[in-house]
């Protein structure tokens, strides 16, 4: 049974792995709390409105600046010229009907 | 001689009195820990619609919203045994388009608006300049002082529903 | 109890009958639930920070539109919409974007806001004359600070400003490519009129009256366009979705392999496999041993590999911060900030992730072994 045993144990510390991994992620998330304090001064103090994630474009550098058309504002065909054009998704808004 | 004496004393009244009543004229900020008790919500949660009440002794009692500040204000023994309306310093709302608490008497409240409150439809206060345009904005019903208030109103829970009609 | 013991004690020896093919299949396994739980870790936890911190971003702002195109906004607007009720201040925003010909970056070029001491920048805030950067911007032009930043626009324009301040590192994800400086250096700069801004921040009171100053401004501004906070918020709750965009993308491709994976097993017993069902049912198993020792094999590959594979993801998100990704996401941005995630995890991906490959990889093992073990050991035999 040798086998059986091995595996098992192999289960076990995968799983405790995990765990440990779990736990460490909410210890983690405990102790960055202060980033994210200092993430929003940031915020609230520069006014921003995006992550700095994609500088390629302007409607990537500032998705929720950019308009509903957006994609077309450079020239038609555009829609997909910079590469994260193909991942983000236009922004989405609310069509209030008022 | 006598006479100078009582104006000394009665000065010495109402300078006392008003020390008294001064003494609470602040409004406060909610905990985390207030709870409203008329409906056991807690406060903090939404503090564009905070009124408080608060007693001549420095003890207050928290609320989630101006409807239920006026049933408590109106029902006084049933919420609270030990206080009646007379041990009342002052009562604060939060008008709405400030968010800024403001003593209930200097405010006019709307119901029937389409502004819904943590507890459903509200009595909205709303600074007295500014009921016209809040009026048109959210279809107001209504508008009222703080003593025109009646307990009657507050027994009927349909009743802003009814004015809308009227409108 | 037992007998499941056993049973599996036989199914792994039967597992290693075939070492290399088990193992290649335990990595690929292992692999691909590795990519899939990172995309899942990596958009939800840049979803949970975005969310967390856009709480504070402005509640209004409103652009100018001219000719379907972002444009200026006259000052004097600001006037007009201090005077809807419900707004309690108006400020302009004063922003735009550099191209640095030597590195090629696209930077954000901001005025300062704000005069507060903020917690995570090294040095200070700029004053006129001087600047603070992002990391990202630092790196790219190799400053330090005090070191001196030069910006040209054609052959006029020249901007000669001292760098004060860098950001931390762990801010990058909102400044890596942000350069602040004073609000007159800006306009001096780009040279923009005095009684114009990039758009208006507008602060309301109480946020239940958003929407009707949203529309207020709307109706008697028409060329102009509010945005509001929590549509900055949706939005990134759609980007990092991980039913949508970005996540989709790297998602469909992985788990389309996957299934095709799935599928090729599904439809085809080897006739080795076929035999050893059958010697096994005539020697006496029954269908019920048979479907066990499937299952277990089918479990012990695919639990092994789903459990490292979360394991792979997790230590790649949050210890190589996604370096895999990096190619995907940086497009043909200059500036990429180094992705240092928090950990935020939602059990229910996990999950998610458990059940679009642990559950078809079981039952593309048990079937076809069902169909074969109920059949007449005579006949798969021959």
């Excluded at chain 1, 091995?6 to 995990?18: D, G, K, Q």
């Excluded at chain 3, 990391?135 to 005090?146: E, F, P, S, T, Y």
């Excluded at chain 3, 479990?299 to 990096?326: C, E, K, N, P, R």
């Amino acid at each position: 049974m040798l086998k059986a045993r091995v595996f098992l144990w192999f289960l076990t510390i995968e799983i405790l792995l995990l765990i440990i991994l779990y736990l460490h992620s909410h210890f983690m998330v405990g102790l960055r709390q202060r980033e994210v304090y200092g993430k929003r001064q940031l915020v609230r103090e520069l006014t921003l409105t995006d992550l700095a994630l994609f500088t390629e474009a302007r409607y990537t550098r500032h998705l929720s600046q950019a308009d509903m058309f957006t994609p077309f504002q450079d020239f038609p065909s555009s829609l997909d010229h910079f590469p994260a054009g193909s991942i983000v998704e236009p922004s989405y808004r609310k069509h209030t009907g008022e | 001689m006598r006479r100078r004496s009582t104006l000394v004393l009665f000065a010495l009244v109402v300078f006392l009195l008003s020390a008294v009543v001064g003494y609470a004229a602040e409004a406060l900020q909610p905990s985390t820990k207030d709870k409203c008790p008329v409906c056991g919500m807690i406060v903090h949660s939404s503090p564009q619609w905070v009124a408080q009440i608060i007693f001549r002794d420095g003890s207050y009692a928290m609320f989630d919203g101006p409807k239920d500040m006026l049933k408590y204000y109106h029902n006084m023994p049933r919420y609270n045994k030990n206080k009646t309306q007379a041990d009342i310093s002052d009562i604060y709302v939060t008008e709405y388009y400030t968010a800024k608490p403001v003593k209930a008497q200097e405010i006019t409240f709307v119901i029937g608006s389409d502004v819904m409150g943590p507890m459903g439809r509200e009595y909205v206060p709303v600074s007295d300049n500014k009921v016209k345009t809040f009026m048109v904005d959210h279809k107001g019903g209504r508008s009222m002082k703080f003593a025109d208030i009646k307990a009657e109103d507050l027994s009927e829970e349909n009743a802003p529903t009814h004015h809308m009609k009227d409108h | 109890m037992i007998k499941h013991y056993r049973i599996l004690e036989y199914a792994l020896s039967s597992l290693l009958r075939r070492k290399y093919k088990n193992l290649a299949l335990f990595l690929i396994y292992t692999l691909i639930v590795g990519v899939l739980s990172s995309v899942m870790f990596l958009t939800h936890s840049l979803k949970s920070e975005a969310l967390k911190v856009f709480i504070d971003a402005p509640e209004l702002i409103v652009q100018r539109l001219s000719g379907g195109r972002h444009e200026l906004i006259p000052l004097g607007y600001a006037d007009l919409i201090e005077s809807i009720p419900g707004v309690a201040t108006v400020q302009p925003r004063y922003w735009g974007y550099y191209y640095d010909p030597n590195t090629g970056g696209n930077y954000t070029i901001m005025a300062r806001t704000t005069s507060a001491e903020l917690d995570l920048i090294t040095g200070t805030m700029p004053q006129e004359g001087q600047c603070a950067v992002g990391k990202g911007v630092a790196q790219a032009r190799q400053l330090d600070i005090n070191d001196i930043m030069f910006f040209t626009l054609g052959s006029e324009q020249k901007l000669m400003l001292k760098v004060v301040g860098i950001f931390t590192a762990n801010s990058s994800i909102l400044t890596n490519d942000l350069v602040i400086m004073d609000k007159n250096d800006l306009l001096r700069f780009f040279a923009l009129d005095k009684d114009k801004a990039t758009d208006l921040m507008v602060k309301v009171n109480n946020e239940m009256e958003i929407n009707t100053i949203t529309n207020k401004i709307k109706r008697t501004l028409p060329d102009t366009r509010p945005i509001t906070r929590s549509e900055i918020l949706r939005t990134y709750e759609n980007v990092f979705n991980w039913r949508g965009g970005m996540a989709l993308v790297m998602f469909c491709g992985t788990l389309l392999a996957f299934f095709i994976f799935a599928w090729d097993k599904a439809t085809g017993l080897s006739a080795e496999e076929r035999q050893e069902i059958g010697i096994l049912k005539a020697i006496g198993w029954e269908t019920s041993d048979v479907l066990t020792l499937k299952f277990w094999e089918a479990m012990v590959i695919s639990l092994s590999s789903f459990l490292s594979g979360v394991i792979l993801g997790y230590v790649h998100v949050f210890y190589f911060g996604g370096t895999i990704f990096d190619p995907f996401l940086k497009g043909w941005s200059i500036l990429l900030p180094p992705f240092d995630p928090i950990p935020y995890i939602d059990i229910y991906q996990v999950v998610v992730i458990f059940f679009l490959t642990v559950v078809p990889y079981l039952a593309s093992t048990i079937i076809p072994s069902w169909k074969a073990a109920i059949a007449d050991p005579d006949t798969i035999m021959r």
